[in-house]
Each structure stands twice: as structure tokens, then as C-alpha cells.
């Protein structure tokens, strides 16, 4: 199983932007679709964004138009562009290498959206 780091996370102003980065240190990303989830207080990580291997693109409703997904094959990376943030994105981030994911969860990387 393909093993996923996330990075990028940190504190921006609400309006600001950021991005993550979803690397996989010694394995091959570009075979992988890649999906970027979040997670609230309370069970469960809500679904954002997924990147498929040939570059479908899908995203939750809640965030079309502000976050793009997109991926570098040639640094192994698929990033999410995080745009016009609000508090309510504020979150744990977590990417995982598929678009529909139920096995382990990485570290993540906390994404504070506040003034």
C-alpha cells in the first residue's frame, strides 16, 4: 500500500489562500487516483476533492470554485489550491490514493483559517 505526506498547512487570514502538497516518498503517484478529505469535531472525515490517474477532477459542493486539485507528476506530488478560505474550512487536511478511501489515515496537515 502506497504510503501519502501531507504538507502546507498552516495559519491564513480569512479571504487568503494556501496550498497543500500530497507527496509519496518512494512510490510512483501517478498510477493513483487522489482523493483530499477533512476532518471536523465528530466521527468520520468529509470527502473535498479528487484527482483521478488520467486527471478527472471532482469536488464537494462546498468547496467548487475555491479549491482546484491538480497534480505534478514529474515531482510526484498532487497539490490542493486552496482559495478565498473561511473559518469554517478550518480543518485537519488528509490525502489518501484513491477517490473513495477506507483504509489508513496519515497525519495530516491542519489548515487554520482566522483572523
Known amino acids: 500500500q502506497v504510503h501519502l505526506v501531507e504538507s502546507g498547512g498552516g495559519l491564513v487570514q480569512p479571504g487568503g489562500s494556501v496550498r497543500l502538497s500530497c507527496t509519496a516518498p518512494?512510490?510512483?503517484?501517478?498510477?493513483?487516483?487522489v482523493a483530499w478529505f477533512r476532518q471536523f469535531p465528530g466521527p468520520g472525515r468529509e470527502w473535498v476533492s479528487c484527482i483521478t490517474h488520467d486527471g478527472s477532477k471532482y469536488y464537494a459542493d462546498d468547496v467548487e470554485g475555491r479549491f482546484t486539485i491538480f497534480r505534478d507528476n514529474a515531482k510526484n506530488t498532487v497539490y490542493l489550491q486552496m482559495n478565498a478560505l473561511k473559518p469554517e474550512d478550518t480543518s485537519v487536511y488528509y490525502c489518501v490514493p484513491a477517490c473513495k478511501w477506507y483504509g489508513e489515515w496519515g497525519q495530516g496537515t491542519l489548515v487554520t483559517v482566522s483572523s
Open positions: 518512494g512510490s510512483t503517484l501517478e498510477s493513483y487516483s
